[in-house]
């Protein structure tokens, strides 16, 4: 079993739709949780972190996680063409320490 | 630059060849990571640094595969003799000494004929 599994996808949506995307871990030790955002062709950029479980809200973008489920999840609303990409999922074990990726899902809003 | 620095972006290596990847990092920056990412997969962690020090290797696929990072800044990846199932994105990225965010590098395109 891998330590992080998410649904490769593809998802693709209507402009405007929300958009939920998750990903189940197996180690409780990971404190970190991040959501990572790839362009094809470009590197991972940083969309959001939480620290242990809760939600956290950033714009368009809410990020939650539950610990107890170990189950992570990222909501877009007002979903834009612009937020078509690939979004990773990477719980990490601490501060600036390796973080371990999900597969991605590939996103696609139609507009 | 402002941001991770990787070099070369594009890499067709014939099969047997050895091969270097560079990585500047963001000034100032302690950590530095290395990812494998596949066609279609999310990054795997390969190895990473705190300065010089190489903390953790065990993502390394096998003992053909060498990072190191002499002086605490710039580091190379080293694959040698390489195969057809090294053909990857090689992404680099740091991060400081303290927070928890890690910037990435646009990646090392490796092609492996």
């Known amino acids: 079993q891998k330590e992080v599994e998410q649904d490769p996808g593809p998802l693709s949506v209507p402009e405007g739709a929300i958009v939920s995307l998750n990903c189940t871990y197996s180690?409780?030790?990971?404190?970190?949780f991040m959501w990572y955002r790839q362009y094809s062709r470009k590197g991972p950029e940083l969309l959001m972190y939480?620290?242990?479980?809760g939600n956290k809200e950033d714009g368009r973008f809410t990020a939650q996680v539950d610990k107890s489920s170990k189950y992570i999840s990222l909501f877009i609303r007002d979903s834009q063409p612009s937020d078509s990409a690939t979004y990773l999922c990477?719980?990490?074990?601490?501060?600036?320490?390796?973080?371990?990726f999900g597969s991605g899902t590939r996103l696609s809003i139609r507009p | 630059g402002a941001g991770v620095s990787q070099s070369p972006r594009y890499k067709v290596a014939k099969r047997g060849q050895d091969v270097a990847l560079r990585c500047d990092p963001i000034?100032?920056?302690?950590?530095l990571f290395w990812y494998q990412q596949a066609l279609g997969q999310g990054p795997e962690f390969l190895t990473y640094?705190?300065?010089?020090?190489?903390?953790?290797k065990s993502g390394l696929p096998s003992d053909r595969f060498f990072a190191e990072r002499p002086e605490g800044s710039v580091s190379t990846l080293k694959i040698q003799r390489t195969q057809q199932e090294d053909s990857a994105v090689y992404l680099c990225?740091?991060?400081?000494?303290?927070?928890?965010?890690?910037?990435f590098g646009e990646g090392s395109w490796l092609t492996v004929v």
């Open positions: 990477a719980p990490g074990y601490s501060s600036a320490s390796k973080i371990i």
């Open positions: 640094f705190q300065n010089e020090a190489q903390l953790d």
């Open positions: 180690n409780s030790a990971f404190q970190y």
């Open positions: 990225a740091s991060s400081p000494s303290q927070g928890n965010t890690i910037y």
């Open positions: 939480t620290y242990s479980s």
């Open positions: 000034s100032g920056h302690v950590s």
